[in-house]
């Protein structure tokens, strides 16, 4: 059964479409997110994961802007939906999308499959306990940086999985712990930081576009 079939089957799903760089995709979303808040513990878990959120947008724009090189892998983590990863393949890049919750890696196989990205692989990856092989040429991301601690482990991840002289690029909503990232992460990179503001009928929204560069040669 196809990733897209075993999708509608288990899950009460919706679809977005967007248009990224001039090309069309369409999404499955979860048409609630009732099923996977804990009724005990709404916070617990909650499921950030079910949302296309701003800065997936901002950044799967900029990489559907950024050149693919042959030799420069890219690693994603906390795909969610699996929008950025998404873009990036259909825009060339070579990408491996990861994630830790059982049902975004269901919505984002499915999406995967059906935007027509064969060649982009999906695994899982805990944060706390990294088993993923090889090194990457950059590492990407979108809000994934809500709670202090993630901060740690996302400096573990860029510090084990990073080439040498390689770039994290990340997209980012204006909260407390982005002040706390770029403290600790120019302890370890060189950081830029850029504020984007994305205007819609709707609302405005700002956000922060954190470009981390790794030193040319590994610190012994």
Sequence with gaps: MSAQAELLKAYDVSSIELVVNGRR??????????????????LEGFPI?????QGGILL???????APQSDRHLLEVG???GVVGIVAAAFGH?????????????????NLEINGCPHAAIEYLDWQRPQLAGRFGMIIGSEVIYRKHDVEYLLTLFRRYLEPGGQVLLAES???????????????FQVK???QTLRSQEDTTHLVLFDLQAPSQEKR
């Design 49 to 53: 994961w079910a949302k296309i959120w």
């Design 25 to 42: 995709f369409s999404f499955y979303i979860p048409r609630t997110i009732a099923r996977f808040i804990h009724p005990d513990s709404p």
């Design 60 to 66: 799967a724009g900029r990489l559907a802007e950024m």
């Design 193 to 195: 930081v850029r504020k």
């Design 174 to 188: 204006v909260r407390e712990t982005g002040l706390y990232f770029w403290e600790r992460m120019q302890e370890h």
């Design 79 to 81: 795909t969610g939906l």
């Design 94 to 110: 070579r990408v491996t999308l990861t994630e830790n919750n059982p049902d975004a890696l269901n919505f984002a196989r499915a």
